[in-house]
């Protein structure tokens, strides 16, 4: 499997509910290792790009205002796979529906609020990757216990 960059944010709900630690340890545990992040106040016409997806469907303008509401923490992971893994890990869009053991089905009980954001796609990873940062804000580092991550046969 490859090498592959995700862009996760834990969502203003989730800065707001104090659990931005609690996500990024899930993540650290799983072995994903973070190669960029901002703490920041998502501008609106951002996070109309960001959910350009999305324009013209019911939630739009809702969900817009949500993500530009209040500061978020918005991040690159990096692992091999870490796209499908990254949403299982979150779990299903509404929390009220989201197994439990995931992080949307273990703390949101909303529909739209739901504290996490995962790329679905290596075109929408890039995309919004690119829509945060600029590549050389992307670390390039090795972790010490990154030989220990991987089987000889991955
Ligand atoms: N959303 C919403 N109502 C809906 C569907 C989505 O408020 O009926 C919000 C929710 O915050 C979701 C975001 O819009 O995370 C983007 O929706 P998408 O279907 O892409 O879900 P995700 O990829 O986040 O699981
Ligand atoms: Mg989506």
Redesign the pocket.
Known sequence: MAEERTLIII?PDGVQRHLTGEIITRFEKKGFKLVAAKFMQIPESLAHQH?G??KGK??FE??VK?LSSSPSMVMVWQAKGVIAMARKL?G???GYEAEAGTIRGDFSCS????LI??S?SQESAEFEIGLYFKPEEIAKYELSDECWLYGQND
């Open positions: 969502k959910y997806v999305h019911p939630f809702g969900v949500y979150m299903a869009t509404f529909r739209g609020y739901n954001h995962g679905d």
